[in-house]
């Protein structure tokens, strides 16, 4: 069985063998970040063999008898959070779920746009760049095995990321993410599996990575999406060590852009972080990885425990009810990591229980250096607010003082200048992703029928 593991377009919810994994994330008594190991030196740290760690998530199913239960304020619930890490951990042994999305109907309309793919040129190929959006027959009828293999992109719990191309002459790039049918074994899994194919399918934004289809077969679920072949942000941060405020200002807005688009659909995103931005060929930021993402009516709670403890909302870790508030907390705590290149709240010299402690006691005991401008300060603190109601909006965000002067109309035409512009040769360029092996055993085949509408 393959050992969990973390990329951009996974995220390990379901791992194969989450109590172990969890053991020996904690055994040195330090987070294991990306770039702290590699696949080469892999067997002297110890980690799994071709494997890379980015932040451990936590992930827990609450129940809302239990949520309901919680009636006092955030800096009162110390002891109660104490408690719930207790049977967090209890339950880990039969749990390794985040939770179940059953009420996202999401018919919206989406509007076109053009893919990352028509910013790419085939040095081999002479043939023109296919436009995504301008052949929807044309990816309606794709099949399977009119896919070549380019390499991986990145290894998650349920299976891989692959680069694929397509097309006339193979010049147009995809990202196809195969989960492993006989992995998905648990109801919750497999509800939370199809939740996130319909968030993503609902989506079509220019700040937000595409799902084009789905596939299925035997022994895998697979999911066509784009390819953004820039990288993860995390990767152009951990080269730089931090970013100034220009940059972390452009890649910020990004972000924002994101978020209206999604709290407009009444989407809660609640993953965000460096690891699960995407560049795409232009340096521009889109966001992946939905699957902990659930749609809320209007006025509806969700009381669902999960996220990166490094990002997680208070109001979440003392099972109390949360929305999109919640993202706006994580806006703040992205701010200070790509300001700072570490998060406020780190695991790197404690364990998870003591990030929650010390999340829960907010932005007052949290360093600022000097070198952090006072605009940007300011706007964290409030960002982090202990408190969602005192938080800002995304709409009041964007007229603090730190972004004074951004264009946004620029933003969205897609105008400005980035910080960073990737170096990508074409549609087979895997430059930007770390190594990894192909693939060579095959799972075994499983014929449930619960993805039949995937």
């Known amino acids: 069985m393959e050992e969990p593991g973390y990329h951009k377009y996974f995220h390990p919810i379901y791992p194969p063998n989450l109590e172990d994994w969890i053991e020996f994330m904690e055994e040195d008594g330090e987070e294991r970040r990306r770039g702290d190991i590699s696949s080469e030196s892999s067997s002297e740290s110890g980690s799994f063999p071709g494997e890379r760690f980015s932040r451990c998530v936590l992930i827990q199913s609450i129940s809302e008898d239990v949520s309901n239960s919680v009636e006092s304020g955030l800096e009162d619930n110390i002891k109660s959070f104490e408690d719930n890490m207790k049977a967090v951990k209890d339950n880990l042994k039969t749990e390794q779920t985040c939770g179940t999305d059953n009420n996202d109907n999401n018919d919206y309309i989406t509007d076109k746009y053009s893919c990352d793919n028509q910013q790419y040129s085939n040095s081999d190929s002479p043939a023109p760049v296919i436009k995504c959006a301008d052949n ?42 195969k989960m492993k049918k006989n992995e998905i074994t648990d109801e919750k899994q497999q509800q939370h599996i199809l939740n996130e194919k319909k968030i993503m399918s609902s989506c079509s934004n220019p700040f937000i990575v595409k799902l084009y289809r789905t596939f299925r077969d035997s022994r895998y679920l697979y999911m066509l999406m784009e390819p953004c072949l820039g990288g993860e942000l995390w990767t152009i941060l951990r080269n730089k060590k931090r970013f100034d405020d220009e940059s972390s200002r452009f890649y910020t807005a990004c972000v924002i852009k994101a978020f209206d688009y999604l709290h407009d659909k009444g989407i809660v995103y609640r993953d965000l972080k460096p690891e699960n931005l995407l560049l795409d060929s232009s340096g521009y930021i889109k966001l992946t990885d939905f699957g902990f993402s659930k749609r809320l009516e209007p006025g509806e709670k969700s009381w669902t425990f999960c996220g990166t403890p490094e990002y997680v909302a208070p109001e979440i870790i003392t099972n109390k009810s949360h929305d999109n508030r919640a993202d706006i907390w994580s806006v703040g705590i992205l701010m200070y990591e790509l300001l700072n290149g570490v998060p406020p709240f780190s695991k790197k010299n404690s364990s998870s229980d003591q990030v929650y402690s010390d999340i829960l006691q907010g932005m007052k005991s949290v360093n600022f250096p000097s070198y952090m401008s006072a605009t940007a300060v300011e706007l964290i603190r409030q960002l982090c607010r202990l408190s969602p109601s005192q938080r800002p909006s995304l709409s009041v965000t964007r007229r603090y003082m730190w972004f004074a002067g951004m264009d946004w109309e620029g933003l969205e035409n897609r105008t400005l200048t980035p910080p960073y512009l990737p170096t990508i040769a074409g549609v087979k360029d895997t430059s930007n992703f770390d190594n990894y092996q192909e693939e060579t055993q095959q799972p075994e085949e499983n014929f449930a029928d619960w993805d039949i509408d995937f």
Do not use: C, H, Y
Request: hydrophobic content about 45%.
């Open 136 to 177: 929807p027959s044309w990816l309606d009828t794709l099949r399977l095995d009119q896919l070549s293999w380019v390499g991986t992109l990145g290894i998650g719990g349920f299976g891989r990321v692959e680069l694929v191309t397509a097309g006339e002459n193979n010049n147009m790039a995809f990202a196809l993410k």
